[in-house]
């Protein structure tokens, strides 16, 4: 089992641009959650979606959006972007949520700079 | 508002030396409470949960509501206990967890 893959690594876009980060969880895993980690800061929750749906939602403006497809795999977009977005996006990967268990499982990241 | 503190950025001892990284929340109700780690070259993964009350690779977690407190300690320090420590917290009825700045625990030789 590879664990939750993300894609991706690294990326370098201009203010105003869009991008989209994926995110592959965990096998067995049907919830993912999208956390933004500036540097020299703890991760920050952004979103959750489970079947397919936005579950829960971070301070965050609606210029990040998401989506999960069928298989679970899910993608993070984020419009217009501002130097301020600069930073390593997690995803993490449950099932059904939190549910008693606090553990997240985490990719490795995509770190986007923007220019 | 809901917030965990991490005073300390950084940390270091040496080999054998007692470990406290600490942790204060805030939050109105009863939350659950985590560590999470972070090894060099590794992504982030639960060290340990209050609710568990147990102790994993030597460490320990006491949740002091009096105190709105969660510290880690170990009482013996190793050199692959250097790593990036996270203090995260859970609301009740939600899934997301609300992480702190972090601490760097650095062990010498």
């Known amino acids: 089992d590879a664990g939750v893959t993300q894609s991706p690594t690294h990326l370098i876009k201009t203010r105003g641009q869009q991008v989209t980060l994926r995110c592959s969880p965990k096998s067995g895993h049907d919830t993912v959650s999208w956390y933004q980690q500036a540097l020299g800061q703890g991760p920050q929750f952004i979103f959750q979606y489970y079947e397919e749906e936005e579950r829960q939602r971070g301070n965050f403006p609606d210029r990040f959006s998401g989506h999960q497809f069928p298989n679970y795999s899910s993608e993070l977009n984020v419009n217009a972007l501002l130097l301020g977005d600069s930073a390593l996006y997690l995803c993490a990967s449950s099932s059904l949520g939190l549910a008693n268990t606090g553990e997240l499982f985490f990719g490795e990241g995509s770190r986007l700079t923007v220019l | 508002a809901q917030r965990v503190t991490q005073p300390e950025k950084l940390l270091s001892v040496f080999k054998g030396a007692p470990v406290e990284l600490k942790c204060n929340y805030s939050?109105?109700?009863?939350?659950?409470l985590f560590w999470y780690v972070q090894y060099s070259r590794q992504r982030l993964q639960l060290l340990l949960r209050h609710i568990s009350r147990e102790s994993i690779k030597g460490f320990t977690a006491d949740l002091n509501k009096g105190e709105t407190s969660f510290h880690l300690k170990k009482p013996f320090a190793q050199e692959e206990d250097s790593a990036m420590y996270y203090c995260?917290?859970?609301?009740?009825?939600?899934?997301?967890?609300?992480f702190g700045t972090g601490t760097r625990l650095q062990v010498f030789p």
């Open positions: 995260a917290l859970q609301a009740y009825n939600t899934d997301k967890l609300i």
């Open positions: 939050y109105s109700g009863s939350p659950e």
